[in-house]
């Protein structure tokens, strides 16, 4: 059910319903999407309706709930297992599953058990905001005294449940009246960045420029770009981080340039088990939103398309990596374990 509305809030649960802003309608409408069944909630989230790392983990355990109140241990694990299958690359869809598995898994009592799972998911969600700001406090050191900051895809608010990851310390500067302005790639092939990042900036009264994807380079060249902050979907054990396809690329760039280059990220987003970024499993989106963007045909049937729909970043390329536990410089297998020891 679609609900015209005037809260721009990402996700609320209320009333045994998974209550969604729709993101695939920003920024002309906005419009909220409420999910009944677990059916609805995996959609949404394939589709990108939500969207964003943090986000798509605070919805699939909101999602778990749709089973119901009546559902049983069964049923709950099913949904867990289903929605897990929404999307493949941020790893927080999958820390959320098994956070309410292991929850679910050690509570006995089966008429407290809906009840159980539902204060797991509002303390995730709860964790997140917190989340939010540390990153922001600490990546605003960062960032501080820059006049234009770049960013790429979609970290803010619209990604998690309050001021992102990326965005973090631009909001938490902009809190204290020292905002550098923005540049935010548009990027390709959907948009966020110049829908959902120009959008929530704006909103906010954040200064915000968009660009093309094929414009960054150029930008640093004319000396306009002080750093570049992005956010990720998923960190290997050495620091390899993957996010949204065109970061890679940005990366490359602001080293040639001698740009400093910075992922935030909770640390729920890193995958500990995977020592390198080359076993990140990528997404490969339908030819469709390359080919027909908005549903006009910009490729010919006769041609192949590929939209894989993140790039990985070798911790090389990163100057650091911001969680909400401090920052880590120069990550190395060595440093980010030193990071998690801590
Ligand atoms: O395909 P999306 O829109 O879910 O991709 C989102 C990104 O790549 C974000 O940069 C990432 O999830 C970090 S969100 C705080």
Not at 299 to 325: C, G, M, Q, R, S
Request: charged content about 20%; proline content about 5%; aromatic content about 6%.
């Amino acid at each position: 059910m679609s609900t015209a509305t005037d809260t721009a809030e990402t996700i609320i649960f209320h009333d045994g319903q998974l209550d969604l802003l729709d993101q695939t309608k920003l920024p002309t409408e906005l419009t909220r999407l409420v999910c009944t069944n677990i059916e609805q909630a995996h959609d949404a989230i394939r589709r990108l309706v939500v969207r964003g790392a943090p986000a798509i983990g605070i919805a699939a355990a909101y999602g778990v709930l749709l089973q119901g109140r009546d559902a049983d241990r069964q049923a709950f694990g099913e949904a867990m297992d289903y929605l897990a299958t929404s999307r493949p690359t941020a790893v927080n869809l999958f820390w959320a599953m098994d956070r309410m598995r292991d929850v679910m898994n050690s509570h006995d009592d089966d008429a407290t058990l809906y009840e159980r799972l539902h204060r797991e998911a509002v303390a995730i969600h709860d964790e997140d905001r917190q989340m939010c700001r540390s990153i922001g406090a600490n990546g605003a050191a960062l960032i501080q005294g820059c006049r234009n900051v770049l960013t790429h895809c979609n970290a803010g608010g619209l990604a998690t449940s309050m001021w992102g990851t990326a965005l973090a310390p631009i909001y938490h500067l902009h809190e204290q009246g020292k905002a550098p302005h923005v540049f935010a790639d548009e990027t390709r092939p959907l948009l966020q960045g110049a829908r959902l990042t120009a959008w929530e900036l704006s909103q906010a009264g954040v200064a915000v420029t968009v660009l093309t994807d094929s414009m960054s380079g150029g930008l640093m060249r004319s000396g306009q770009v002080d750093a570049v902050i992005v956010g990720a979907d998923r960190i290997a054990a050495n620091g390899d981080a993957a996010n949204k396809i065109g970061t890679y690329p940005l990366a490359v760039l602001a080293k040639y340039h001698k740009i400093p280059f910075y992922v935030a990220a909770p640390t729920n987003t890193f995958d500990l088990k995977l020592p390198a970024g080359d076993q990140i499993p990528i997404e490969q989106r339908h030819r469709d939103e390359v080919a027909r963007p908005g549903g006009v045909q910009f490729v010919p049937d006769a041609a192949d398309v590929i939209n894989p729909a993140f790039d990985v970043t070798p911790a090389e390329l990163i100057d650091a990596i911001v969680t909400e536990k401090g920052v880590i410089r120069s990550p190395t297998t060595e440093t980010v374990g030193q990071h998690f020891a801590n």
